[in-house]
């Protein structure tokens, strides 16, 4: 007798135990409910959904006791091979005895080193399936989320798939690809480095295509997944104003929310260490408030990015986003408006400070030949 996690059942961990309770658990106890009528039917009902789940509360402790490669990958065929020819309709069966299959393989997504690749793939291939497209992608998403080693298997193995349903041409795809992201950045949280690099691609991503779709199923996946960003921010600062942030980011067309946003930032003293998350959060903003014609923006932008500098916790987090913030930059150290010049100018000092090698290459050839330039000078 084994008792295998707290609050789990005490049950003998033996090959003919588990395969009888994966039977009742998958197919019932045997009692034929369509003889019956009226009350007793009901009740008879109830009994055996009661029997079912108790069945699969004893079936994981056992897998959990024997270990999962000794519990649903030994015989002939192996429990999971049985679960997966039945949850991918390779075995004709009823939708019921489906979506019971996908039920156990959600309840096992913890041994997803056996799940990751061929059955991953295939379950979000079968999001469009009327019968059993919901349950599918509820064993995907329980299989990203569980997966182990922590973030590095899912950079690896999960995300490419995810980036390529996201920009896919079908939109049902993109929801289906949106719906999969949270469960793969709340993973990336053990891998801040590659969360960075994913930040990087994503938000401009979703700014430029999801958030801008007609279509309110679109814009509704891409605004969770925005949310599950803001719920990733470590800093103190961010974190307090992350909702107004993450509505900002959200309605690119809603400018009072920039403005609103851009206030809020540009009247914090930022005093920790900016993160990830709060840094992809951070510069749509700034790079909307560069853009705007109305001069606190640009001044609260510049100011922003300047206060940000030093406290970004590793400074390579900042380069992807250069390209797309330096040109906005120069055009705020020219500005007419001292204030929007100088905040501009302490922004590029910073810059030089942290990134030496960079501002050699990248902005300060640009500001010699300004020095020289009867229009820039």
């Known amino acids: 007798m084994a008792e ?10 033996t090959e003919e135990e588990l395969k009888k309770q994966f039977n009742i658990a998958l197919n019932g106890t045997g009692v034929d409910l369509k ?24 079936f994981l402790a056992i897998v959990a006791a024997l270990g999962p490669r000794e519990a649903i990958l030994s015989g002939e065929p192996s429990v999971l091979a049985q679960l997966l020819e039945l949850s991918l309709g390779k075995k004709k069966a009823p939708e019921a005895l489906r979506v019971k299959a996908l039920d156990i393989l959600t309840h096992l997504a913890w041994a997803t080193p056996m799940l990751v690749g061929e059955p991953l793939q295939q379950l979000i291939a079968l999001h469009g399936d009327a019968k059993v497209g919901k349950q599918c992608l509820s064993a995907a998403t329980s299989v990203i989320a569980k997966f182990t080693p922590k973030g590095h298997g899912v950079v690896q193995l ?18 289906v690809g949106l719906k999969l ?5 709340s993973q990336m949280q053990h891998t801040t480095k590659q969360l960075s690099e994913l930040l990087s691609r994503l938000l401009p991503l979703l700014l430029e295509g999801p958030l801008m779709e007609p279509r309110k199923e679109v814009q509704d996946a891409a605004r969770e997944t925005l949310e599950v960003i803001g719920k990733l921010v470590r800093n103190s600062e961010v974190s307090r104003l992350s909702t107004d942030i993450v509505q900002a980011v959200a309605d690119p067309a809603n400018q009072k929310y920039t403005q609103d946003a851009l206030a809020k930032l540009g009247s914090t003293t930022f005093m920790n260490y900016i993160d990830a998350a709060s840094l992809a959060l951070l510069v749509p903003i700034m790079t909307r408030g560069l853009k705007e014609r109305e001069q606190k923006s640009r001044k609260w932008s510049a100011q922003i990015l300047g206060a940000i500098v030093t406290l970004v916790k590793d400074i390579a987090y900042l380069k992807p986003y250069l390209p797309t913030l330096l040109p906005l930059l120069k055009e705020c150290a020219v500005d007419p408006t001292y204030q929007i010049q100088r905040e501009a100018a302490k922004a590029f000092g910073m810059l030089t400070q942290e990134l030496p090698t960079w501002s050699r290459t990248q902005l300060q050839p640009w500001l010699c030949e300004g020095i020289v330039s009867p229009e820039l000078g």
Do not use: H
């Open 35 to 58: 003889a019956l009528k009226g009350p007793k039917q009901v009740m008879a009902q109830k009994a055996e959904n009661k029997a079912q789940a108790e069945a699969l509360e004893k």
């Open 158 to 175: 999960v995300l490419p798939t995810l980036m390529g349903l996201v920009d896919d041409k079908n939109w049902k795809v993109r929801v």
């Open 181 to 185: 992201l949270p469960s793969c950045l």
């Open 4 to 13: 295998t996690t707290e609050g789990a059942p005490e049950v003998e961990a």
